[in-house]
């Protein structure tokens, strides 16, 4: 009965190592990042966060669409898309800081007009296993 476990174990461990920095479906890790309701999460993937941080030891890169309904043309900034996670522990969007994120990134900083939708991709330095909600905050 040990040995099966041990198998079991081993074999549970295998399919995590080759999931890992792969991107996720829908009912994958990407179920992790609930979307507010002018954001749609195209994909995610998780990486090991390389450097010791305070802040989390998980990066969750999210490929995102973005519609401007804030009521008024904008410059979306990076920093101002926020994963909050259910301990409402805010985490704002990053790309770069690691080198896990090298290379990664060519968002646009261009006008996004009112209504108008762009594909961006951010990053939020989490602990392992958090799950929350995405968002545009414009309260900075």
């Known amino acids: 009965m040990k040995r099966l476990l041990y198998v079991l174990a081993l074999g549970s461990l295998a399919l995590l190592s080759a999931c890992k920095d792969q991107p996720q479906g829908a009912n994958g890790p990407s179920a992790l990042v609930q979307p507010a309701s002018d954001i ?14 305070v802040q989390g030891d998980t990066l969750y890169v999210v490929n995102f669409t ?5 009521g008024r043309d904008l410059v979306p900034q990076l920093n101002h898309f926020t994963f909050e996670d259910a301990n409402k522990i805010r985490h704002t969007g990053i790309d770069s800081g690691s080198t896990a994120l090298a290379g990664l990134f060519h968002n646009s900083d261009e006008l996004l007009k009112k209504g108008e939708s762009r594909d961006y991709t951010a ?4 602990y392992q296993g958090a799950y929350g909600t995405l968002y545009y905050a414009l309260d900075f």
């Open 40 to 53: 749609v999460v195209k994909s995610m993937r998780i990486l090991a966060a390389p450097e010791n941080s």
């Open 123 to 126: 990053a939020f330095l989490v």
């Open 66 to 70: 973005f519609t401007n309904d804030v």
